[in-house]
């Protein structure tokens, strides 16, 4: 089964930047889509991005203009550029795959275990 891992989470001030990433292990033939997620604390998970893998995109109101989606389909990963942050952008961030064509067969919906992102000074 595939595994998602995501890294580049940390402690940043209102207005910095950080760069998601979230790999995808084993023999992958194809992931479609990929998506950021994110779930603040007593708030519902919730889309933030989404990328297919032929790179059309999608974003929530509150991140268009200040979030990045990108994806390199060699590497299996997919990352999420975020800009002019604020602390409404605190959250744990996942990584999630609709389809993964693998050796190991057909995952769905797959998840990471996610990457906590603080924006606070």
């Known amino acids: 089964q595939v595994q998602l891992v995501e890294s580049g989470g940390g402690l940043v001030q209102p207005g910095g930047s950080l760069r998601l990433s979230c790999a995808a292990s084993g023999t992958i033939f194809s992931i479609n889509p990929m998506r950021w997620y994110r779930q603040a604390p007593g708030k519902q998970r919730e889309l933030v991005a989404a990328?297919?893998?032929?790179?059309?995109?999608n974003y929530a109101d509150s991140v268009k203009g200040r979030f990045t989606i990108s994806r390199d389909n060699a590497k299996n990963t997919v990352y999420l550029q975020m800009n002019s942050l604020n602390p409404e952008d605190t959250a744990v961030y996942y990584c999630?795959?609709?389809?993964?064509?693998?050796?190991?067969?057909?995952?769905?919906?797959?998840w990471g275990p996610g990457t906590q992102v603080t924006v606070s000074s």
């Open positions: 990328i297919t893998r032929g790179g059309s995109t």
């Open positions: 999630n795959a609709g389809q993964v064509v693998s050796t190991s067969g057909i995952d769905f919906d797959a």
